[in-house]
């Protein structure tokens, strides 16, 4: 499960296909943009939003979550700072989350017998103006 579906179409060969990771330039960054699920907790609900915080605590408790990922909420609002351009290091960590989900479900995004298949809501309350983050 990812909280993202925006994605630069410069880490897409001219197929469609995402690359693979030594294909794709990764700036260094020493923000950290992306949680795997198992890294985050409900205390970390101003970083991760609402949904995700929640998803990270379900899997701490060890509910029967399946693996995923977070863009943290800080992700967005320097994406939308930068006029809607990656910050350095986002997409790096993204592919790498991606990598880390594909290894813990034996799944790989794209194939065609066996796909990984991911969710990808994309709300934040910087998307929503005047919405309080919370669902109806």
């Avoid at 897409?12 to 020493?30: D, I, L, W, Y």
């Avoid at 066996?114 to 919405?131: I, K, M, T, W, Y």
């Amino acid at each position: 499960m990812v909280t993202t579906a925006v994605k630069p179409s410069s880490a897409h060969s001219p197929n469609g296909h995402m690359r693979t990771r030594e294909a794709v330039s990764r700036p260094k960054t020493r923000e950290k943009w992306v949680y795997l699920f198992s890294e985050g907790n409900a205390r970390m609900r101003d970083l991760l939003g609402g949904k995700g915080a929640d998803l990270a605590e379900m899997a701490r408790l060890g509910l029967p979550v399946p693996p995923g990922f977070i863009v943290t909420t800080q992700a967005c609002n320097a994406y939308h700072a930068a006029g809607e351009e990656f910050p350095p290091g986002l997409w790096g960590q993204i592919l790498d989350a991606l990598k880390e989900i594909e290894k813990l479900t034996g799944k790989r995004l794209g194939d065609p017998r066996d796909p990984l298949l991911v969710s990808c809501p994309l709300r934040g309350q910087a998307l929503h103006a005047g919405h309080d983050g919370h669902d109806p």
